[in-house]
């Protein structure tokens, strides 16, 4: 049974370019998740997903930041005109329920010149 | 405002120097306290999930237990490969967000 899937696993970006992250959950699971690990810090949540609704994005970024957990097809973060601040390791999970423990990928370490 | 503290942030040990982490939790409406241990490099891995104060699980040699306010990772005789970070996390609200602590950053010399 594969685990949740993460694509690409490293990214280069300049500054003002966009950034697509994709994540494919776990089989069987429908609740996908996206967390930031800046270096030195710990891991912050940014969005709650099912799918094709956003269910909790409280730790989203107002602008720039979106994402989407289509009926068919992984879920992508989307990043929109690239800073160097951006520059971090995102990490999907996935759930087969909102209160069950979550498996993460192998995240995508995202680099901004 | 839910907060989730680790202590210590980096702890060294000698093989099978027995030690324990502590995370520390001040969360409303917990739903769920959780370990994971990461590598450096790769996502986290799950390891135990914790619901009530009194409950205790083991996996190896390492022994989690929950209180009302904390949470203890308990590792006997540790070796290398047990090095790592290890995280803590508490579900929180009826959505499922995890709120991370720091991160105790493990190493364990032969």
């Known amino acids: 049974n594969a685990g949740v899937m993460q694509n690409p696993r490293h990214l280069v970006r300049r500054r003002g370019q966009e950034a697509r992250l994709r994540c494919s959950p776990m089989?069987?699971?429908?609740?996908v998740y996206w967390y930031r690990q800046l270096p030195e810090e710990g891991l912050k949540f940014m969005v709650y997903?099912?799918?094709?609704?956003?269910?909790?994005e409280s730790g989203m970024p107002k602008e720039r930041f979106s994402a989407e957990f289509p009926k068919e097809g992984p879920s992508i973060l989307r990043i929109q005109q690239v800073v160097r601040g951006d520059s971090a390791a995102y990490f999907c999970?996935?759930?087969?329920?909102?209160?069950?423990?979550?498996?993460f990928g192998p995240g995508t370490r995202l680099t901004v010149l | 405002e839910d907060q989730v503290t680790q202590s210590p942030e980096a702890l060294r040990l000698q093989e099978g120097e027995s030690s324990s982490l502590n995370c520390s939790y001040t969360?409303?409406?917990?739903?769920?306290l959780f370990w994971y241990r990461q590598d450096p490099g790769k996502g986290p891995e799950f390891l135990f999930t914790?619901?009530?104060a009194g409950e205790e699980k083991e996996k190896e040699r390492l022994k989690a237990t929950l209180t009302k306010k904390e949470s203890f990772l308990h590792i006997t005789a540790p070796k290398p490969e047990d090095s790592a970070t290890y995280l803590c996390?508490?579900?929180?609200?009826?959505?499922?967000?995890?709120?991370f602590g720091q991160g105790t950053t493990l190493q364990v010399k032969p």
């Open positions: 999970a996935s759930s087969s329920t909102a209160t069950n423990e979550q498996f």
């Open positions: 089989k069987g699971h429908s609740h």
């Open positions: 997903l099912q799918k094709e609704n956003i269910i909790d």
């Open positions: 969360v409303s409406g917990l739903r769920g």
């Open positions: 914790l619901y009530s």
């Open positions: 996390a508490s579900g929180s609200g009826n959505t499922g967000k995890l709120i």
